[in-house]
């Protein structure tokens, strides 16, 4: 109890928010980091997954895909590419995209193949092609579980983004690996505080995200009467 309390009292010291080891700039480079790996992340994914999802092609092979992903372990991943690459950013930045693609895969070709296969065939009745099906029927549809996808690799890039402090790059994660040779176990426990706090705030704006852009009447894949 006493550790909780002196991380609170650490967290509150002016002193710990200013200057380049701040907490206002870590959070920073925190979130910069896991902005950047979850913008590539969904850049390679969301098409791959969308595409699987509206033609049914390689859905075994995305299946596989996305299961020999999750199974990779995190830590081997990372030390495996800084062991290849110069030490920085990169080889954590490429080791979080490789895991960040599991569930925006998944949740891209899961949302599509979701929607109901009648509100399809009755757009193509309608006269719209494959690329306005896609884009004006499936895809707001499917919306709840493509956004619930990105938010899951959010939240796991934010706490993996921790782990990554073991290599020399910044965001909240050097607090615990910085403190832990100096038994500083305030710090280490205010870094994880603040890591938690981050990660329920990213998922509140998801959460407020998905009620703004999701059309009215959508639930994971079939439209309710709105009542």
């Not at 010291?13 to 870590?26: E, K, M, V």
């Not at 895969?105 to 193949?113: H, V």
Request: hydrophobic residues 55%; charged residues 10%.
């Amino acid at each position: 109890m006493n550790f909780l309390i002196e991380a609170f009292a650490w967290i509150g010291d002016p002193a710990h928010w200013s200057g380049d080891d701040g907490i206002l700039t870590r959070s920073g480079q925190h979130v910069g980091f896991t902005l950047l790996t979850l913008a590539l992340a969904c850049a390679v994914a969301l098409p791959v997954g969308l595409t699987i999802g509206h033609t049914g092609r390689g859905r075994g092979l995305g299946v596989a895909a996305a299961g020999a992903l999750r199974a990779l372990p995190t830590l081997g991943l990372l030390l495996l590419f800084a062991l290849g690459m110069p030490l920085g950013p990169l080889p954590a930045v490429v080791a979080l995209v490789v895991l960040a693609l599991p569930p925006v895969l998944a949740g891209a070709y899961a949302g599509l193949e979701s929607v109901d296969r009648a509100t399809v065939d009755a757009a193509r009745g309608v006269g719209m092609t494959g690329w306005q099906v896609l884009w004006r029927v499936e895809i707001p549809i499917a919306l709840p579980l493509i956004l619930g996808g990105v938010r899951s690799a959010a939240l796991q890039v934010i706490a993996t983004w921790t782990v990554a402090a073991i290599l020399p790059v910044g965001g909240l994660g050097r607090y615990i690996f910085d403190a832990l040779p100096l038994q500083q176990y305030d710090k280490m426990l205010a870094g994880s505080i603040l890591v938690i706090a981050l990660a329920l705030l990213t998922d509140a704006i998801f959460a407020l995200v998905q009620r703004l852009v999701v059309p009215k009447g959508v639930v994971a894949g079939v439209t309710a009467p709105v009542t």
